[in-house]
């Protein structure tokens, strides 16, 4: 089965000064930015950006609590993070990491787990096969080939099932 990388769609919009910031990043440096972008604000988002150097940027991160959301995981697991393979049995924030904030989210009631949420993924595939977690925002919507969903239920802070549908709900 051939295997497809989850772009986030704010990952491939570069534009005005943010961008240009966020170019000038090493390849690791972006990894481990787009997957932590989820946890930051704007302020710490432009603090982050702000610093000249990758070490400045690291400690910024160190200090903040954000490294280890990432950097807890060993190599393989931040590939697949990065590559956008969620699995189940994962943790809620490697979810998160992977594909950033659900379209939907609700709580459940009646599940085997003392807490329940369902989270509504929407995807958008680029007529070069790229995959995109699709946002309200979206600026290449109009040019995808194929949309799609994947609700993932967590039970207790781990993905316990995800259910790909052909169409939106």
């Given at each position: 089965?051939?295997?497809l990388?989850?772009?986030?769609?704010?990952?491939?919009v570069?534009?005005g000064?943010?961008?240009?910031k966020i170019?000038?990043l090493?390849?690791?440096e972006?990894?481990?930015?787009y997957a932590?972008?989820?946890?930051?604000n704007?302020?710490?988002e432009k603090?982050?950006l702000?610093?000249?150097?990758e070490?400045?940027?690291?400690?910024?991160?160190?200090?903040r609590g954000?490294w280890d959301?990432?950097?807890?995981?060993?190599?393989?697991?931040?590939?697949?993070i990065?590559?956008?393979?969620?699995?189940s049995?994962?943790?809620?924030d490697?979810?998160f990491m992977?594909w950033?904030?659900?379209?939907?989210?609700?709580?459940?009631?009646?599940r085997?787990?003392s807490?329940?949420?369902l989270f509504v993924y929407?995807?958008?595939?680029?007529?070069?096969?790229?995959i995109?977690?699709?946002?309200p925002?979206s600026?290449?919507?109009y040019?995808?080939?194929?949309?799609y969903?994947?609700?993932?239920?967590?039970?207790?802070e781990?993905?316990?099932e995800?259910?790909?549908?052909?169409?939106w709900d």
């Amino acid at each position: 089965m051939r295997t497809l990388a989850i772009v986030l769609l704010a990952s491939t919009v570069l534009t005005g000064c943010m961008g240009a910031k966020i170019k000038r990043l090493s390849a690791v440096e972006q990894d481990h930015y787009y997957a932590l972008k989820v946890f930051m604000n704007d302020s710490v988002e432009k603090t982050f950006l702000k610093f000249k150097t990758e070490e400045e940027r690291n400690a910024y991160l160190q200090e903040r609590g954000l490294w280890d959301h990432f950097y807890k995981y060993p190599d393989h697991v931040r590939e697949l993070i990065i590559a956008g393979e969620v699995q189940s049995g994962w943790a809620e924030d490697q979810m998160f990491m992977a594909w950033g904030e659900p379209y939907d989210r609700r709580r459940l009631t009646g599940r085997p787990a003392s807490r329940s949420e369902l989270f509504v993924y929407r995807f958008e595939v680029a007529p070069d096969g790229v995959i995109r977690v699709w946002t309200p925002s979206s600026k290449t919507a109009y040019k995808a080939v194929d949309f799609y969903q994947i609700d993932v239920y967590v039970d207790d802070e781990r993905l316990s099932e995800m259910e790909r549908k052909e169409d939106w709900d």
